[in-house]
């Protein structure tokens, strides 16, 4: 089988001390490795220095999706702990799509007890994993706002947040409420960062995916063409549609603007309406949308690191993360970014 096309040709040797359980202090001062396709060089600087490579005029595209606190920690009726991890925040006949997390077996009909007397009824389970549940109450997103924590991913801290993850792991500019995690590129914006690039006049345009659970979903098949995305929504507006159709220089913010951009690239969008899409590019498949692309580092053997691979090449991906690794980069949501020049 051609290497690239193999799951553990995407594995690389991670010092745990590199993941980022905490974002830097102030957004901007988190590092930025440039690389540069045309010509393989990789350059090391700061996030605030970004407007400096981006060229004039170009078009940067973000994910302004919201993440909502969608984890709730509760009881089942013998007392054993039951974690419900809501993913979607509108029902479908009434039932809340999720995962779930128990001691002892799940049963359907079995009813779970969460702070403020809400419970939730197991109404059915589904053969990719997740659960429908009924509440007691008809509306959950504000309980959720007040009761849930926020869904930071399980190699930081364990999944465990607290009360200032809710203002980390939130973009400046999020705006629809839908994610069950952060586009984490867009972290290390500022109002600064902004200034700097207006200043250039690079322009920005914005998008919303809301990310599903296909980011937690790890890739299991040894031939990673036999992987299957789960679906998310996505929207963009009239107003934006109309900026990324008239740049010929559009660079994505984060995976999750990438994928967007391409799933309806040259397509004929209604702004009106809201679309699925499970699109997953990986080396073999061409990307057509974008000049270039700012993310941050991504986990071994992920559908995100054979994405960056799709741009740049399997092999071009793991030598920039050996250095990266070697720089002492800090990887993951909270860690730096990579800009990906043409």
């Not at 096309?5 to 991670?14: G, P, Q, T």
């Not at 001390?17 to 001062?29: D, F, K, M, N, S």
């Not at 419900?84 to 509108?90: E, S």
């Not at 079995?110 to 197991?122: C, H, I, Q, R």
Request: with cysteine; aromatic share 10%.
């Amino acid at each position: 089988m051609n290497l690239d096309f193999n799951l553990n040709s995407y594995n690389f040797e991670l010092p745990p001390e590199l993941i980022a359980e905490r974002p830097v202090a102030g957004r901007h001062h988190s590092r930025l490795l440039v690389y540069k396709k045309s010509t393989g060089e990789i350059t090391h600087t700061s996030f605030l220095n970004i407007s400096e490579y981006i060229p004039e005029k170009s078009l940067m595209v973000f994910n302004e999706t919201k993440v909502f606190p969608c984890r709730l920690q509760g009881k089942k009726s013998t007392g054993g702990k039951c974690e419900l991890f809501i993913l979607n925040t509108k029902p479908r006949n009434g039932r809340y799509h999720c995962l779930m997390k128990t001691t002892g077996k799940k049963k359907i009909g079995e009813v779970f007890y969460f702070p403020e007397n809400l419970s939730a009824t197991l109404i059915e389970s589904s053969s990719d994993g997740t659960f429908w549940v009924e509440f007691n109450i008809k509306e959950i997103a504000s309980y959720l706002e007040k009761h849930g924590s926020v869904p930071i991913p399980p190699y930081i801290r364990k999944g465990n947040a607290d009360q200032k993850d809710r203002e980390d792991y939130q973009t400046v500019f999020a705006k629809n409420t839908g994610s069950v995690a952060a586009p984490t590129a867009g972290l290390h914006f500022t109002d600064k960062v902004f200034k700097n690039l207006e200043s250039k006049n690079i322009k920005r345009a914005f998008v919303t995916l809301h990310v599903g659970m296909g980011t937690f979903s790890p890739v299991k098949t040894e031939d990673i063409r036999k992987h299957q995305m789960h679906g998310e929504s996505f929207h963009i507006t009239v107003e934006n549609l109309k900026k990324i159709k008239n740049n010929q220089n559009v660079f994505a913010v984060g995976t999750t603007s990438l994928r967007t951009l391409e799933s309806s690239y040259q397509k004929e969008i209604d702004p009106d309406k809201v679309y699925e899409t499970d699109i997953f590019l990986h080396p073999g498949k061409e990307v057509k949308s974008i000049k270039g692309l700012l993310t941050n580092f991504h986990l071994p053997k992920s559908s995100l690191l054979m994405l960056i691979s799709c741009l740049i090449g399997r092999d071009e991906v793991l030598r920039i993360y050996k250095e990266a690794v070697d720089k002492k980069y800090r990887f993951f949501s909270y860690g730096d970014a990579m800009l990906i020049l043409p």
